[in-house]
Structures are given as structure tokens and as C-alpha cells.
T-cell receptor, first 111, second 115 residues
Framework: GIQVEQSPPDLILQEGANSTLRCNFS?????LQWFHQNPWGQLINLFY???GTKQNGRLSATTVATERYSLLYISSSQTTDSGVYFC?????????????FGQGTILTVHP | NAGVMQNPRHLVRRRGQEARLRCSPM?????VYWYRQLPEEGLKFMVY????????ESGMPKERFSAEFPKEGPSILRIQQVVRGDSAAYFC?????????????FGPGTRLTVL
């Protein structure tokens, strides 16, 4: 199956700092999504981004499908950004529906 | 527009009992997915269903687990004769269609604890 690797595994920031999270994947994809799992365990959709660049407030994401990676940028981080960030991909071709998740990046933002 | 609904949010079962987890997709969505998050592990795909059909069950354990999405009503994930290793968070997701262009939206999860 498709492999998804996220880096770094852990990240500790002071409030106000910027960060970049990376997701590498081993095959072509139909879909790619970024999620934030908050401390209460809920999975929040951040971006649906199989290719290109999107921005939403302090967050933005870029996927370069031909080079098989995606980046999530967090600017001016806040304590509420703490949690686990997951990248998930749906393999290209006929593997419809099945999202394969990376192991996540654990982000801790200190005040 | 309500999101994906799951119930119960928390479920406690003793070893050997049955667990039934329910999922109602977002309005207008006819594709449902179940994922499991074991402690200290990532999220793993279990099964993909459309109304009355199982499309992909490649992630389902071979025994004790079953899923359905009937013509009427919510999708059900059923675990028979639960064991401690089944303790996990079970997430349901839904999408409008399949393939490129179809984003999956997740419910709040059901946290199953097996005593």
C-alpha cells in the first residue's frame, strides 16, 4: 500500500512562532487532506489539497503532487494550535475511499 | 447543516459483550467510512460502505467485526465478544461521492473501553 511519512514527529513552539510540517507520500494520490486532532480527540478538517496551494487565516498548505509531498504552514502560532496534525492520502487509481494516515506531528505551543 | 453524528460518544463494555457503534453521515452524503485509532497508534482504515453495499472491507479484522449501512437509518459498526485489545477510538467519516474531489468529513468518534 501507499506509505505516508510526516515530519517532524514532535514540535515545541513559543506562542507567536511560525512552523512548517511536512508530509511525504510514496505514490500518486487522488486526494490529500490535513487534519488537526485537538486535545479532546476531535478530528478537524484543515485542508483538502490534492495539488496546489490554499490559505485559511494563519494556516496555509501546498501540495506538489509530482514530487509527492505536501507542506502545512502555521504562522503566529497560538496555544489553541496544540494537538496532533495528520496528513492523509487516498491512493490514485481505483483505491477509492480509503484514506491512509501518516503517524502525525505532535505540536505543543507554550504561552 | 449538521456534521457527521456518532453515538454513543463513550461506550464501556465487559469482555465478551457486544458493542454497537452508530454513525449518521452528513446530509447529502451517501458514502461512509470507519477508522480506528488504537492507543499510541495512528488512524487506520477499516471499511468503506455505500447504502446497502460494502465497497472495501480490507481493513476489518477477519473475526468479530461487521459493518452495515442499511437503506434507512445510520451505519452500524458491530463488534462481537469484545476483548481488551478492542479498546480504541472509532471514527466515522462521510463524503458526497468517491474519488478525486470528494473530501471526507469526520465525526467526533466513539471511545470504546473494554473492562
Amino acid at each position: 500500500g501507499i506509505q505516508v511519512e510526516q515530519s517532524p514527529p514532535d514540535l515545541i513552539l513559543q506562542e507567536g512562532a511560525n512552523s512548517t510540517l511536512r508530509c511525504n507520500f510514496s505514490d500518486s494520490v487522488n486526494n490529500l487532506q490535513w487534519f488537526h486532532q485537538n486535545p479532546w480527540g476531535q478530528l478537524i478538517n484543515l485542508f483538502y489539497i490534492p495539488s496546489g496551494t490554499k490559505q485559511n487565516g494563519r494556516l496555509s498548505a501546498t501540495t506538489v503532487a509530482t514530487e509527492r509531498y505536501s507542506l502545512l504552514y502555521i504562522s503566529s502560532s497560538q496555544t489553541t494550535d496544540s494537538g496532533v496534525y495528520f496528513c492523509a492520502v487516498e491512493k490514485g487509481g481505483t483505491s477509492y475511499g480509503k484514506l491512509t494516515f501518516g503517524q502525525g506531528t505532535i505540536l505543543t505551543v507554550h504561552p | 447543516n449538521a456534521g457527521v453524528m456518532q453515538n454513543p460518544r463513550h461506550l464501556v463494555r465487559r469482555r465478551g459483550q457486544e458493542a454497537r457503534l452508530r454513525c449518521s453521515p452528513m446530509k447529502g452524503h451517501s458514502h461512509v467510512y470507519w477508522y480506528r485509532q488504537l492507543p499510541e497508534e495512528g488512524l487506520k482504515f477499516m471499511v468503506y460502505l455505500q447504502k446497502e453495499n460494502i465497497i472495501d472491507e480490507s481493513g476489518m479484522p477477519k473475526e468479530r467485526f461487521s459493518a452495515e449501512f442499511p437503506k434507512e437509518g445510520p451505519s452500524i459498526l458491530r463488534i462481537q465478544q469484545v476483548v481488551r485489545g478492542d479498546s480504541a477510538a472509532y471514527f466515522c467519516a462521510s463524503s458526497r461521492g468517491q474519488g478525486r474531489g470528494n473530501e471526507q468529513f469526520f465525526g467526533p468518534g466513539t471511545r470504546l473501553t473494554v473492562l
